[in-house]
């Protein structure tokens, strides 16, 4: 089921929860998306080149972002084991280092 990006753009939250479908006990907060980001993503949907998902790749949506996000693990030549969940919790660290967010922002 593809994730309804209608309701991303007007709400500026993700979800990650495809529609209709319901909450785990798995913790999945919403996320929400920087004001600049979401700018883009609601010129993407004007311009039509979002339709259906949020994640597509020549029109059609993608069912998952590992062989992506493998490959440009490689080609940044980044050593050891790398996750997503690292580099979120990377970058949050060093922008609250920076003061750029703030704890409650995290």
């Known amino acids: 089921m593809p994730v309804n990006p209608t309701s991303i753009w007007a709400t ?56 992506a996000f493998k490959t440009a693990v490689k080609l940044a030549k980044l050593p050891g084991k790398v996750t997503p969940y690292a580099l979120r919790h990377t970058a949050a660290t060093w922008l609250m280092g920076s003061g750029w967010l703030s704890r409650h922002e995290c």
């Open 12 to 67: 500026g939250f993700f979800t990650g929860l495809p529609e209709g479908q319901a909450a785990t006990n798995k913790r999945q907060p919403p996320v929400p998306l920087l004001d600049r980001l979401l700018a883009h993503m609601r010129r993407w949907v004007d311009n039509g080149l979002v339709k259906d998902h949020f994640v597509e790749w020549h029109g059609s949506g993608v069912r998952s972002v590992k062989p």
